[in-house]
């Protein structure tokens, strides 16, 4: 009994609902029996309380993995313990790709209930498009029970990259060079020229990584194509300037060839690095320009073939190379020098500091017309008209140049796919699971005792009409005993 009423009064005292001073000397026999009911009233509470609070416990997890099938999937599994009372499983996903917001994809594996449960689901990279190798992609499982009541897993995080090849790493500085052709001279060589380009286009016009930029180089471009999907076989290198990655297939007896299209990627990169913007796009000259810059300019039949159209007036309209470079490989290359011809003039006639004006106004918003308007004073007519003039060329008749060119909007020589790669390679949109935009890391925690008391609604009211029914009862017994 002093045991009882010792634990009735510490829990008053802690519910600090009210306090009673229990004064034992003016305790009589029928205040005693209503303390006797408070007791068990109050056992039945707590021990009710304590099934609300066991109900609620979750699942254990005891399996949680992905396994990589380069580069066609990746299976996300898990195993649940306990898990009877788990209705739904979702899977959230997604890559450290930069976008717009974060972004995760959410998908809804076949999952049975029962003491122990299992979940699996399969990103097909053949239906989404792919990702590059190097991509960082995390995942974490979310699972409900009958209640509303969701628990997740610890996010986690698995590099997807071919394991079929032993991978090796260079670091030095903002490169981070991965390569698995077993010569040491053909691995230092790329690596050495990958940080002189980073060098050079530093020292040039002022560009330097936020973060290491990582080149995936494969040892042919056979390589290369096996570890990407939907590339036309002309492809031979690859930027994705929203993960830091580039990836190039090298055979050892194309260095020369290599060297220019890792420097020409890398470039992609950075442009890409410092003009990421969710409101606006890169004019397809300022990016290509850029990148043939960092390669260190066009070769010289390039430079003739540029200079022939100089001379024969048949250069092409700046609205033009803003859009798609054409099909034609003769129009592509003409492309390709005449963007670096621009740039190049930009950069040794007004300096490098405006360059990156140019670059951050379209990292904002700006329209290329603003753009230039800003950093140069002159839109993009006014640029062509100046241009031009250096090159003492008439001016140009619009309508004409656009009926000629008529480009389509995929470039398609070897080393321009990168910008227009990434666009289409990664997004798990088009797969059944829905995308949506996560605003906050998901908790516990954050239901709150709102969202708590909502979920347990039910339970709670049946608690309360036991407790009432059980108070009635021994209510009516402690009367018959006093009327006696
Ligand atoms: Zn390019």
Known sequence: MQLQLGLIEKYWWINAQFRVSFSKRVITERRGNVKKITAILLFFLLFSYGFVGLHSSSASVTQNDAELNFPASVIFSIDLESADNITQVKLHYGTNRDSCGTVSALAYPEFTTGSSAHARWEWNMLQSGGEPPGTTIWWQWEYIDNQGKSDFTDKQEILWLDNIYDWKLLEDGLI?????????????????AAVAALNHLHEDIGMLPDQPVDLYIY???????????????????????????????????????????????????????????????????????????????????????????VNSNSLMSFNVLSGGFSEDPNIADLSYSQSFYMVDYLIKTYGKDKMLDLLQGIKAGDSIGEGLQHAYGFDLAGFQSEWRGYYSLPALDEV???????????????????????????????????????????SDTG????????SHLVLILVIIGVNCLLLIVIMILVRQKGAK
């Open 176 to 192: 981070r060079f991965h390569y698995y052709e077993n010569d040491t001279e053909y691995a230092s060589t790329l690596k050495n």
């Open 400 to 442: 004409t140049q656009e009926r000629l060119q008529n480009p389509t909007p995929v470039p398609t020589i070897i080393p321009i796919q990168g910008i227009n790669s990434q666009a289409v390679t990664n997004d798990p949109v088009a797969q059944e699971p829905a995308i949506v935009t996560q605003a906050t890391q998901p």
């Open 219 to 309: 040892s042919s471009t056979q390589d290369m194509r096996d570890a990407v999907f939907y590339e036309p076989g002309w492809t031979g290198g690859l930027a994705y300037p929203e993960y830091n990655i580039l990836i190039i297939g090298i055979d050892p007896s194309q260095l020369t060839w290599g060297l220019s299209t890792e420097a020409h990627e890398l470039t992609h990169v950075l442009v890409g690095d410092y003009t990421f913007s969710c409101l606006g796009s890169t004019p397809t000259w300022l990016s290509e320009g850029l990148a043939v810059y960092g390669e260190g300019g066009p070769s010289s039949d390039q430079a003739d073939f540029f200079e022939q159209n």
């Open 447 to 454: 239901l709150g005792i709102v969202g708590w008391l909502n």
